[in-house]
């Protein structure tokens, strides 16, 4: 089984400043972990996926996000917030490797909000 | 290329109709994933392909719905009967199957909604 858990509904954070979006995941097994952000009435967007190696992954329009195995963690981070990246992000992980079983399973979704 | 393509972008029905919703997935792409989204219950896997094939269909809610993938481009969606509980976001999404871990590219959506 696989699960994804985003414990925050919400996150505020005014422009300039760093921001974080928690995310946590429950596999049987190596996981392959990926974040999307959805924009409104559009569909999701890849951002960037963890697969093995250096722990802190490099994505599009400046985010990270960071692997952490003893606490099950791939929190998203950037630097300095945007006001345009006020969006839907959605965690989502699958068992690795690969098991037949390409299906990702995705987290409830954390809205950021980016006060300018 | 042009993405993800889904057809309608919004469908507007009358409960008890049939509604038949479409996705042409990036060419070359391989696997393909109907989701749906909404308030309630977030974005839930229905069921996925690979090579034209349905691998998972235990999303799919009950019998009402059924897809089909009669070739590498095109995909369906089909609900019969509709039910207002049906109303929701009905994504597609397409990636590569193979040797690698390939993300998925999500098209725009088709917004269903059931009176």
């Known amino acids: 089984a696989q699960s994804v858990a985003q414990p925050e509904d919400q996150v505020n954070v005014a422009e300039g400043n760093p921001l974080t979006v928690k995310c946590t995941y429950s596999v049987s097994g190596n996981p392959y972990l990926f974040w999307y952000v959805q924009y409104p009435n559009r569909g999701l967007q890849f951002l960037l996926k963890y697969i093995t190696g250096d722990n802190l992954v490099k994505g599009s329009y400046g985010f990270e996000a960071e692997f952490n195995k003893s606490q099950t963690s791939f929190h998203l981070k950037k630097p300095s917030a945007l006001v345009s990246d006020s969006a839907l992000y959605f965690c989502a992980v699958r068992v690795g490797p690969d098991t037949g079983r390409r299906a990702l399973t995705f987290g409830s979704g954390t809205r950021l909000q980016v006060q300018p | 290329d042009a993405g993800v393509i889904q057809s309608p972008r919004h469908e507007v029905t009358e409960m008890g109709q049939e509604v038949t919703l479409r996705c042409k997935p990036i060419?070359?792409?391989?696997?393909l994933f109907w989701y749906r989204q909404t308030m309630m219950r977030g974005l839930e896997l229905l069921i996925y392909f690979n090579n034209n094939v349905p691998i998972d269909d235990s999303g799919m809610p009950e019998d009402r719905f059924s897809a089909k993938m009669p070739n590498a481009s095109f995909s369906t969606l089909k609900i019969q009967p509709s039910e207002p509980r049906d109303s929701a976001v009905y994504f597609c999404?397409?990636?590569?199957?193979?040797?690698?871990?390939?993300?998925?590219?999500f098209g725009p959506g088709t917004r269903l909604t059931v009176t």
């Open positions: 999404a397409s990636s590569l199957y193979g040797e690698g871990v390939y993300e998925q590219y």
């Open positions: 060419s070359g792409h391989n696997s």
